[in-house]
């Protein structure tokens, strides 16, 4: 008789435990599920809104470009990406330096994309169909992009996204697992390295000053 | 390739994230951002990442271990690939196959020399233990050299959606444990490469025959070289607008080339499989500036 109910609350126990486990998976599964969706319906908009632009034949090259830009400001966190970029040299600069890095490095991207933009031809089928959860609750989606100006075999893309407060912004680009962070990163710190922080704004700054020049109209 | 990443990237971002417009301030986050460092204090939660479904993504950005022993004479060799080589003979001859060419035709012609290396795209994912990959490969070499006329069309891809994987013998040593070695650049033929990729090519050279030579042993001296400059130049048409951005994008160009190749490899030894535990965590913490004493 004592067995048997040994027996029986050695089940119960087993039980409850398994039950437990199971609502933890489960609470786990619907956690990270919402964030992946939320992070998604963020750049779903994103996605729409380029879209929007990009199909839009009436706009002028500067005008489409701006458009663009308007929309990206919501959309990627610059300061983040800035400190992810200088990693360990971040240190090593000024609170003047940091502002100036971050104001070229801001400009630096958008001029670069603005000139790519320009090979888009709004023809494109750009989807988001894959999305993670990271282990430090930044979620990463997967764009794929066909037809138009992209390759027969399309184009890939992860974009690693945070929150910040309510709101997922970007804070990486990476495409074919290439990261942009990873790549910027490596170009600072062989500069911070050879020729210190000053010629790292520096260069940025002619950079800049180059391709607006290449890129102003006529 | 790595014209192409970075572009890529750019692409990525210019529809979705070029902009320059004001901000909180340098390196502020915003209120109750995870990006400040007090956030970003490592707390995995391995068992909710475990519990989420997999989905095809592509694997995430794994730390790179670089290592450049060899920088001046990299350096040296690259300024002549890419400043003085393509700057003055590959590039403006590419401008003007591009003039005169539909960009459609310059990719059957690239999908064409690529089906040559079917041998190579066959026999190494044997050896790497993948045969239902060497399977993929071969059916895709049956079809498109028949249907789809020596590979200038891929119906494989288009109708029954065998995908293209290209294979090397510098992915398979990766697949056997090798490690990339000191990063290597030379002289036009390899562009960028590493130790172990260099000492690949002799295989390469023999099984990719669209890329390799080895067909070269018995024709005339100058049907090789006119083929492989054809298949240069085409291929370099084909990357102009990667190659120009990436050019534009780079505040270090040798860098940002060598960083791209170097994850590219990478990633194709891992043929998109994705890690268990994907560690790349630490690339997207922010450095609070606080490091131990050595």
Redo the contacts between chains.
């Keep these: 008789m004592s067995s048997t109910r040994s027996t029986t609350a050695t089940t119960l126990r087993r039980s409850l435990r398994l039950a437990c486990a199971a609502a933890?998976?489960l609470a786990?599964?619907a956690?990270?599920?919402g964030e992946?969706a939320a992070a998604k319906a963020t750049?779903q908009h994103?996605?729409d809104d380029?879209?929007a632009v990009?199909n839009d034949k009436s706009l002028a090259p500067d005008t489409r470009?701006a458009k663009?830009?308007?929309?990206?400001?919501d959309?990627?966190?610059?300061?983040?990406m800035?400190?992810?970029v200088?990693?360990?040299n971040?240190?090593s600069l000024t609170?003047e330096q940091?502002?100036q890095?971050?104001?070229e490095f801001?400009?630096?991207?958008?001029l670069?994309?603005?000139?790519?933009?320009d090979?888009?031809t709004g023809a494109e089928k750009?989807v988001l169909?894959?999305?993670?959860?990271?282990?430090?609750?930044?979620v990463?989606l997967?764009?794929t992009?066909t037809g138009g100006s992209a390759?027969?075999?399309g184009?890939?893309?992860?974009?690693?996204m945070?929150?910040?407060?309510d709101?997922w912004l970007?804070?990486?680009?990476?495409?074919?697992?290439?990261?942009?962070?990873?790549?910027?990163?490596?170009?600072?710190q062989?500069?911070v390295t050879q020729k210190g922080v000053a010629n790292?704004i520096q260069?940025?700054h002619d950079?800049n000053a180059s391709?607006a020049q290449?890129q102003a109209p006529g | 390739m790595s014209g192409?990443?970075?572009?890529?990237?750019?692409?990525?971002?210019?529809?979705?994230?070029?902009?320059?417009?004001?901000?909180?301030?340098?390196?502020?986050?915003?209120?109750?951002?995870?990006?400040g460092s007090t956030a970003?204090a490592?707390?995995?939660?391995?068992?909710?990442?475990a519990?989420?479904?997999?989905?095809?993504?592509?694997?995430?950005?794994?730390p790179?271990q670089?290592s450049d022993p060899f920088q001046g004479f990299n350096r040296a060799i690259f300024y002549f690939n890419n400043d003085l080589f393509d700057g003055y003979l590959l590039g403006p001859v590419a401008h003007a196959w591009m003039f005169i060419s539909p960009e459609t035709v310059r990719?059957h012609i690239e999908?064409a020399f690529d089906n040559l290396n079917s041998p190579g795209y066959v026999i190494e994912p044997l050896l790497q233990g993948d045969p239902k990959q060497s399977g993929v490969a071969l059916s895709r070499f049956l079809i498109n050299s028949t249907v789809g006329v020596a590979g200038i069309f891929?119906p494989a891809?288009h109708f029954l959606g065998l995908?293209?994987r290209p294979e090397d013998f510098g992915q398979t040593l990766g697949v056997w444990g090798l490690g990339p070695g000191p990063y290597l650049v030379i002289p036009i033929i390899l562009p960028r490469t590493c130790l172990r990729d260099a000492l690949a090519y002799p295989v390469d050279w023999v099984l990719n025959v669209g890329d390799g030579g080895i067909w070269t042993i018995w024709a005339p001296w100058f049907a090789g070289i006119a083929v492989s400059s054809a298949r240069y130049t085409n291929r370099r048409a084909l990357i102009d607008?990667d190659l120009n951005?990436g050019r534009?994008?780079?505040?270090?160009f040798y860098?940002?080339s060598?960083?791209?190749y170097l994850?590219?490899r990478?990633?194709d030894i891992r043929n998109g499989a994705e890690a268990e535990?994907?560690p790349?965590?630490e690339?997207?913490?922010?450095?609070d500036?606080n490091?131990p004493a050595p």
Excluded: W
Excluded at chain 2, 24 to 34: A, K
């Design positions: 933890f998976l786990s599964y956690r990270a599920d992946v750049m994103t996605v380029t879209l990009l470009r663009l830009e308007s929309i990206a400001v959309r990627f966190d610059f300061p983040t800035a400190q992810l200088l990693g360990k971040r240190a609170p940091q502002q890095f971050l104001a801001k400009q630096h991207l958008s670069t994309y603005g000139r790519t933009f090979r888009y750009i169909d894959g999305g993670r959860l990271e282990g430090n609750k930044d990463t997967r764009m992009i390759p027969p075999d184009v890939r893309i992860d974009y690693r945070r929150a910040n407060a709101k970007v804070i990486d680009v990476i495409p074919e697992s290439v990261s942009l962070v990873q790549s910027f990163r490596s170009q600072v062989e500069i790292l260069t940025l950079k391709q290449a | 192409r990443a970075l572009s890529l990237a750019l692409v990525a971002c210019l529809g979705f994230g070029a902009g320059c417009a004001t901000s909180p301030g340098p390196f502020t986050p915003p209120p109750e951002s995870q990006s970003l490592p707390t995995p939660e391995p068992d909710q990442r519990s989420y479904p997999k989905q095809p993504m592509l694997p995430g950005p794994q790179v670089v990719r999908q891929d891809h995908a293209r607008a951005t534009a994008a780079a505040v270090d860098v940002a060598r960083d791209a994850q590219g990478a990633r535990e994907t790349n965590d690339l997207y913490e922010i450095d500036g490091h």
